[in-house]
């Protein structure tokens, strides 16, 4: 790997590969506005990159500093290999990474006009105008100004004037909002994740009692919900909850759950000093790959996360309550 403390190009189109670059790709004239950022392979870039468009054709590729695409930033479908971004990603037109055989790895917030991402690891949210997810986990909102679509996903919550779903969704989060009621493909499924056990199964132990995954009816828990923002505007949403199904929820150890250990750890991983993991266990350390892949492990159907129909009897509510 050929080491860059300069950049020096004379053209429009910058090409890197087997290169480690030590400075940032900032502009520092107009005409390096139009400069486009091509990576094509064994890439570690240490500072913020700035492209008229980023195009990666392959991986492995490292982003450690911030991310924006003047027009977009674009994963080829056929690129292969890790790819991470560790700082905010960011584009005025669109964000696309449908490849089959890489998994994009986000630690920051994406944001643009259009995002359209497949296999994806989004450890913080998104914003967009259009935002389409296929095979993805995001363990913060996905919030979209237009529509939303989601396709056998992990999302912490979501918020849109439009929602399109299909396949076996899960929300980490007790509830989300859409303006128009969601449509859905036959067959498609939403399950809460709010009350699941999810530090045991990373460490591979047997889930505490009284929690689990909670099927989600979209058309039975949904309730209309007015939301007032901080200019005191009001809009009448469709709320997808189940809030009123987890009264067993008083009667659980949220802490002892340990699942903001673990979301949080995603969520900050490139601001920590150091890898955590959990105490006294032989888990895989909690770094961002790790917690990626026991996440998708829960969506391909590799972990099973246990039932829990929200309810309780009358005898444990006294004992609860007495």
């Known amino acids: 790997m050929k080491e860059m403390t300069e950049i020096r190009i004379g053209d429009d189109r910058l090409a890197l590969q087997d290169n480690l670059v030590k400075t940032g790709i900032i502009p520092k004239s107009s005409k390096e506005l139009e400069r486009s950022v091509t990576i094509q392979g064994n890439v570690i870039l240490e500072g913020a990159v700035y492209g008229k468009n980023i195009i990666i054709e392959n991986g492995p590729a490292t982003f450690q500093g911030a991310v924006y695409a003047h027009n977009e930033l674009h994963i080829q ?17 669109s964000i696309v990474g449908i490849a089959n055989s890489a998994r994009p790895h986000f630690g920051a917030d994406i944001n643009s006009k259009s995002v359209r991402l497949k296999n994806a690891f989004v450890a913080a949210s998104i914003f967009g105008d259009e935002v389409s997810l296929d095979n993805c986990v995001v363990l913060g909102g996905v919030f979209a100004t ?9 999302v912490g919550t979501f918020n849109s004037p439009e929602v399109s779903a299909g396949g076996i969704n899960y929300l980490l989060y007790p509830t989300a909002f859409s303006v128009e009621p969601i449509s859905s493909l036959p067959g498609t499924e939403f399950f809460n994740l709010s009350i699941a056990d999810l530090g045991s199964l ?3 132990q047997k889930e505490k009692p009284m ?13 209309r919900t007015v939301l007032i923002d901080a200019e005191k505007n009001s809009i009448l949403v469709n709320s997808y909850s189940v809030s009123g199904k987890v009264l067993i929820l008083d009667m659980l150890d949220i802490e002892k759950m340990e699942n903001h250990f673990l979301l949080n750890a995603a969520s900050l991983g490139s601001q920590l000093l150091k890898t955590y993991s959990f105490p006294e266990s032989s888990a895989p350390e909690l ?6 892949e026991f996440f998708f492990k829960i969506l391909d159907g590799r972990i099973q996360v246990q039932n829990v129909d929200g309810s309780i009897s009358m005898d444990e509510l006294k004992k609860l309550y007495n």
Do not use: H, P
């Open 287 to 292: 770094t961002l790959e790790n917690i990626s």
């Open 211 to 223: 929690t689990g995954k909670i099927r989600l009816d979209i058309k039975k828990d949904s309730q």
């Open 146 to 154: 237009k529509k939303l679509t989601v396709q056998n996903c992990i």
């Open 77 to 93: 479908s056929d690129a292969t290999g890790s790819l991470k971004f560790m700082k905010a990603v960011g584009s005025t037109a």
């Open 202 to 204: 990373y460490k591979e």
